[in-house]
């Protein structure tokens, strides 16, 4: 077990208290990866390696040369914070200019200054689904790094990780819903009114709204938006 003042601990307390939804997934992100070099001594930068797009990508950095080291990997499809994602092990590299097994992202790494890395496996219900990666520009900064802990603080990163996701995701879903809920209203509404001046029934009342955002190549919300507006107008004199 890590001591009181240990900073794993101190990170993990830091994750722990986090809530969820209190910012935006990226700030999410970014608050996991700099609470991971407060953890570690010796890391200079962190990032997180995870699906963008459908693409890895480093999502989010601490330092911008994060991204401009690990495109080696992305470009060449090896590296490890590639394989800590796709195998769901540590991977670290103790200096970046004897590295032999990614020899394109070790040279990256070597030209930034960076001279040992940490990638540690983001699981979440047993599913790996990225990478926390810590840089450091001191040879060997992470050999002598708790296996254990790294695993535990890179594991709580990625339930908050997940679970931010999941808030989000169900947010906007929600945003949808409702926008959804307040156009049709909108669209119920000018169809109300058309068929007051036009004298027609209801499904006439939505091809004549229909036609007019096809020929005006407007949404059909916005065409009826402006029609309730017009009579709002109207209204008031």
Same mark, same amino acid.
């Given at each position: ?26 700030e999410?992100?970014?608050?996991? =990866? &700099?609470? !991971?070099?407060? %953890? *570690?001594?010796? @890391? ?5 390696s995870?699906?963008?797009?459908g693409? /890895? ?9 994060a ?20 195998e ?5 590299i103790n200096d970046?200019e =004897? &590295?032999t !097994?990614?020899? %394109? *992202?070790?040279? @990256?790494?070597?030209?930034h200054?960076i ?5 540690? /496996? ?31 603080l ?12 999941v ?24 169809k109300?009114i ?22 005006e ?6 065409v009826?938006?402006?029609i309730v ?6 209204e008031?004199?």
């Open positions: 077990m890590p001591a009181p003042n240990d900073p794993i601990r101190d990170a993990l307390d830091a994750l722990a208290g986090y809530m969820i939804g209190s910012a935006p997934l990226d999410t992100l970014r608050h996991i =990866a &700099e609470v !991971a070099v407060e %953890a *570690f001594p010796g @890391a200079r930068s962190a990032g997180i995870t699906l963008v797009a693409e /890895p990508r480093t999502a989010v950095y601490t330092d911008a040369e991204p401009e080291i690990d495109a080696a990997q992305y470009e060449t499809g090896e590296g490890p914070c590639l394989d800590a994602y796709r769901n092990v540590i991977h670290r970046t =004897a &590295e !097994a990614w020899p %394109a *992202f070790a040279r @990256a790494a070597a030209g200054g001279r040992s890395t940490l990638s540690l /496996p983001m699981i979440a219900n047993g599913e790996g689904i990225g990478a926390l990666n810590l840089y450091s520009a001191e040879v060997a900064a992470f050999a002598d790094a708790d296996d254990d802990m790294g695993i535990v890179a594991s709580q990163a990625a339930v908050l990780l997940a679970s931010s996701q808030y989000w995701d169900a947010y906007q879903l929600t945003q949808n819903l409702r926008e959804a809920m307040r156009s049709r209203a909108t669209i119920e509404q000018a109300g058309l068929m007051s001046t036009s004298r027609c029934g209801p499904d006439e009342a939505f091809q004549m709204l229909t036609r007019a955002s096809q020929r190549n407007r949404k059909l919300r916005d009826a938006a402006e507006e017009r009579a709002r107008r109207r008031e004199g």
